[in-house]
């Protein structure tokens, strides 16, 4: 990326949300208990195609990385996160539903 | 991984970035690969990211800060040839200039 | 956001927080599910996340500019900080956590600007959470290559007199900038200059604020 020709830097910005700040606090939590590094998690990001960084949100991302690294951890399996994700998009249509509040 | 056997750099040192690219995840920005410049301060040692990345065991390495000037990085593209840039590159991604 | 909350409460009776109104999407339903999976295997528990959520809330540029106000009028302290920023920056009673900080000083010949080109390192511990801008490719791509064109877009112009040096986060360091300290602030105590540095001048894409007369 260092380098790379591109067009002005962008100026918006915007708060953080609840689950992006989750998902940031994830990442600090599970790198402190070793569960993988700082290093694991910028492994996935650099890993992905460039057309993510088009389509998908910065914590949305990290989201993934997070995901393929406790995976590849052996923290959870895909099955069980599968099963998760069910039960999760059954409670409801909102982030506030699913959550629980 | 096996241990590498890794120079020891000093601070004021004229190193070389190999210009390597190897298979995997690596810490060394693209741009700077084959650039030369001057060691401006040790660091570590810290383990190797390259290896950290995978969960895999870990050689200490020393971290080097290199400052490179722009016309070294970047030719007659450098805005003012003499601006600066500096990053940090481990060990064994850097050779001695004699 | 002029949604109205009030019609949608939760379960408990109670107005969802602000941003919990929208629509589920794919990757928020994996942070839940992933969330969930790392409390029920006992690996964190809910009351650290959002201890964790806190923490980070809790810092902000203010902490980093406190460090330069200090930086400004202490020479012990500046000596300290150059020697060692995160011990220096603890000194003042700020949890930086692990990170390794590396404080670099502007001065009349030489201007500093930090960038992480390959992922978004940023000294988070003491000043928060990145700006968006920060992230993006934009900044990153061009500032190790055109950082005086970027700089003017943030609206500083220097003279060529000034070497810009770039510092790109490739590893375990981060980088806070000490700016300039600005004219005519000889009689202002360490409150009142902290008020001085901005966000932007700590990464190095503004300066701090000159004294309005």
Known sequence: MGGDAAG???????????WEKRVDALMVLCAERGHFTVDGLRRVLEDMPAENYDTM?????????????????GVYSTAELAAKMSEVAARGDTYGDATGG | MGMQQVAEFVSSQTVRVRTDIPPGHVRTPYYLRGKTGVIERTLGPFPNPEDLAYGVPAQPLQLLRVRFAMQEVWGHAAERPNDTIEAEIYAHWLETVT | MPHDHHDHLSPSGHP??????????????????????????QIVTAAQIAGQIADMDARSPADGAAVVARAW???????????DGSAATREMGFDIGPMKLIAVENTETLHNVVVCTLCSCYPRNLLGLPPDWYKSRAYRSRTVREPRSVLAEFGVTLPDTVEVRVHDSTADMRYVVIPARPAGTEGLDEAALANLVTRDSMIGTGLARSLRP
């Open chain 1, 8 to 18: 002005p830097i962008p100026d918006a910005s915007h708060d953080f949300a609840i």
């Open chain 1, 57 to 73: 949100s910065y914590y949305e991302r990290w989201i993934v990385s997070i995901n393929q690294n406790l995976i590849e951890g």
């Open chain 3, 16 to 41: 969802y927080r602000p941003d919990n109104d929208t629509v589920l999407t794919y990757w928020q339903q994996m942070e839940i599910a992933i969330r969930e999976l790392l409390i029920e295997k």
């Open chain 3, 73 to 83: 009028t202490d020479p012990a302290f500046l000596e300290r900080l150059r020697a």
